[in-house]
């Protein structure tokens, strides 16, 4: 993504790099507060759960320098798979680490509540995930082409391919697959378990997993409907992909963007996690109903292209600062 930077941006790294590991947030975040305290600045960006705790140690440096910090909730804050207990601490340690968040910025308008509830205070403001190209460099929408089912994603558990791979073999063994393929893009740890499930059902003349893709439109042009099978996402900016490309989606509900980009809206249809036989029916549905107008379903994600956002940010980043220097 660096060819988006406009040449202006200055790129700043530690003195010392900080590779990605167990304790790695805490070594980011003890360079930026001695980075953001020989170098002032008047906002700082915390993009996702995973830095978190870089707002918790700006957040306790002297006002006088403190930049104005403003967090984004990326991934999901409620999930199935944690249960009461973990659920509990991981309120406890959102609350401890965004403490001191001049605001928060969520994905969608449902993730804003959640935040605002555990924080137990009014500090998110929903601003969409900037997953498309401005339309002066996009593909048009096209008709559907086939019936090949498309996946994409890292090959790893918590993407449910294996779920998907068991749907498939369902419609499969009663033909409701008619002549339709299941194409599965990326790369991941997971690959010789899932080719083991694909062999074990003898569908390894219709199903492929070709690996990673450097651009997955091609993919999604030449496909008949997506299907996010996740047990978990944050957003999931492939659903937005996959409908900018005019393609309908079945999605599990492991995802806020389920319920605002697919239910009522013609666009897909949503199954519960882990159900492999749900999912085979929603894919069946989809199989059988004439495509939808892939222009409509474009329409519904245009908000999530850079430009909009971009502009949403700015004009977030202008207003806090104005608010703080105000007497």
């Not at 360079?31 to 600045?41: D, I, L, N, Q, T």
């Not at 403003?70 to 798979?81: E, G, I």
């Not at 406890?92 to 403490?99: G, K, P, S």
């Not at 894919?283 to 222009?295: C, F, S, W």
């Amino acid at each position: 993504m660096a060819a988006l930077l406009d040449p202006r941006i200055r790129l700043a790294s530690p003195a010392e790099p900080v590779h990605r590991a167990q304790g790695s947030q805490r070594a980011l975040a003890a360079a930026a507060v001695r980075y953001f305290s020989e170098r002032r600045v008047q906002t700082c960006f915390v993009p996702g759960n995973y830095h978190w705790p870089v707002a918790r140690a700006l957040g306790r440096m002297p006002i006088a320098i403190r930049p104005v910090i403003v967090a984004q909730v990326s991934a999901a804050l409620y999930k199935p798979q944690r249960g009461r207990i973990r659920q509990i601490v991981y309120n406890m340690r959102m609350r401890y680490l965004l403490h001191s968040t001049d605001m928060l910025v969520t994905l969608c308008a449902q993730a804003g509540r959640q935040a605002d509830r555990i924080l137990g205070r009014q500090a998110s403001m929903p601003i969409a995930l900037p997953a498309l190209e401005d339309r002066t460099s996009q593909q048009e929408p096209t008709p559907a082409r086939g019936r090949t089912i498309l996946a994409a994603g890292r090959l790893v558990p918590e993407k449910g391919f294996d779920i998907l791979i068991e749907a498939f073999a369902k419609l499969a063994a009663d033909g409701r697959a008619g002549d339709a393929d299941l194409v599965i893009v990326g790369e991941g740890p997971d690959r010789a378990r899932l080719t083991r499930l694909v062999v074990q059902h003898g569908l390894g003349a219709r199903i492929s997993m070709p690996g990673y893709v450097e651009d997955i439109r091609p993919w999604l042009d030449d496909c008949r409907l997506f299907v996010l099978p996740s047990r978990f996402e944050g957003y999931g900016a492939v659903i937005v992909e996959a409908l900018a490309a005019g393609r309908p989606v079945v999605a599990t509900r492991c995802t806020p963007a389920v319920e605002e980009l697919l239910r009522g809206t013609g666009a897909g249809l949503d199954v519960p996690i882990e159900d492999s036989t749900a999912m085979a029916d929603a894919i069946a549905i989809l199989l059988d109903t004439g495509a939808p107008d892939p222009v409509r379903l474009a329409s519904l994600v245009e908000r999530h292209r850079i430009g909009p956002v971009a502009r949403a940010y700015a004009h977030l980043f202008r207003g806090i600062a104005d608010e703080r220097q105000a007497p």
